[in-house]
Structures are given as C-alpha cells and as structure tokens.
C-alpha cells in the first residue's frame, strides 16, 4: 500500500526566512509525487509535481520541491516566505500499484509571521 | 476557463432531508472525483468518473450516491445522512485518469443536524 508522511503539524517561520515543508512517501515502483495547497475555507490548488526528469522542480508562488529517491522525500521549499503563505500543505503521492489513485499525506499547517 | 465550480457552498440539511450537491467543470477534463473533508485532515476519496461512467467507489455509504450526467457536470446526491456525514465535500477534475494535477472546487459545507 502507499503511503505519505508529513512528520509537522505545524510549521512556524518568520517572514522573510525560508520555509521546508516535510514529505516522506511508500510506494511500490516508481512514485508521482504533489503538492497542493490549501487556504482557509477554499479548496486544494496544485502548486507542482513530480513525475521523472530532475529532482529539483519549480512550482507556483515560487515553491520548489526536491525529489530524493533514496531517502524517499520530496521536501516542500520556499527561498523567502510571505504572511500569504500561511496555510494548509499537503503532499500527496501516486504509485501504479494503488490503481493511480491519490493518496494524500496528512497535512502541514504553515504560519508564517510579520 | 480553469473553474470547478460548486454549488452551493453551505448547506445544512436534517437527517431526513434529500438534497444534492453540484459540481460543473468546462476544462474539457475527462474525469471527475468527489472528496469528503474533515477539519485539519486531508481530503479522502469517494467517487471517481472517467469519460461520464462510475470507475472507483470508495466504499462509500449507499446514502451518497453519486451522478454524472455529462462530461461538464457531476452531483452528489445525499438522503438519510447522518450528524458524523458533516464536513466539506470537494469536487475535483483532471484531464485524464492519471489524476495527479487535480483541479479542485472551492468546496461545499455540509451541516448535517
């Protein structure tokens, strides 16, 4: 079965700092790895994705995630952090083995403060 | 056009209610997935429908039962819910069944008394 670990609840960092959000995933075979953000009372926006090709990839809003096979992660990151950032983080993966269904991980909460 | 439009966004129903939630997309998008949401938790899959026909069900209770009328529009139909049926059901689409990049609505809450 597949799973993903987001290892914070919370997250707090001041503006300006850089922001890591955490994500750990198991799946058999090859993984397709997301993330996807979420604001209060709306619903989930894709910010990037990784399917195969470099291990450094560039979403929206100016997020990046690295993709580390051995370690199995795929570490949310963000240079500079905006009061707009604070919001709901979830990593999510797919592995063919689960049907190509999505399996999301538990969720980050990101506060980011003045 | 890159909306998932749901309607409406709140409701709140009794338990004896019928009521139904809808969901239009014009992306063009083949497949369209129904998500329930507790507060703080990630969304957990109901329905998936890929070119207007029923391709995962999640075990999901017969009081939910799900409608895809068109390539554009997906509802939910909803009779005899429960207190513990209350949270924010989200409708998602994707191009195809590899749904990875999902578009997702805003959402629709749910109050069940």
């Known amino acids: 079965a597949q799973s993903v670990a987001q290892p914070e609840d919370q997250v707090n960092v001041a503006e300006g700092n850089p922001l890591t959000v955490k994500c750990t995933y198991s799946?058999?075979?090859?993984?397709?790895l997301f993330w996807y953000v979420q604001y209060p009372n709306r619903g989930l926006q894709f910010l990037l994705k990784?399917?195969?090709?470099?291990?450094l990839v560039k979403g929206s809003y100016g997020f990046e995630a690295e993709f580390n096979k051995s370690q199995t992660s795929f570490h949310l990151k963000k240079p500079s952090a905006l009061v707009s950032d604070s919001a709901l983080y979830f990593c999510?993966?797919?592995?063919?083995?689960?049907?190509?269904?999505?399996?999301f991980g538990g969720g980050t909460r990101v506060l980011v403060k003045p | 056009d890159t909306e998932v439009t749901q309607t409406p966004k709140h409701l709140v129903m009794g338990m004896t209610n019928k009521k139904s939630l809808k969901c239009e997309q014009h992306?063009?998008?083949?497949?369209m997935y129904w998500y329930k949401q507790k507060a703080k938790k990630p969304p957990e899959l109901m329905f998936v429908?890929?070119?207007?026909?029923?391709?995962i069900n999640e075990s999901v209770p017969s009081r939910f039962s799900p409608e895809c009328p068109n390539s554009s529009l997906l509802n939910l139909h909803l009779h005899a819910l429960q207190p513990e049926d209350s949270a924010l059901y989200l409708c998602?689409?994707?191009?195809?069944?590899?749904?990875?990049?999902?578009?997702f609505g805003e959402g629709s809450r749910l109050t069940v008394l």
């Open positions: 429908y890929s070119y207007e026909k029923l391709s």
């Open positions: 990784y399917i195969t090709g470099d291990n």
């Open positions: 799946v058999s075979g090859n993984p397709y």
């Open positions: 999510a993966v797919i592995g063919k083995a689960a049907g190509n269904k999505l399996t």
């Open positions: 998602a689409s994707s191009q195809g069944l590899f749904p990875g990049e999902l578009f």
């Open positions: 992306m063009g998008h083949r497949a």
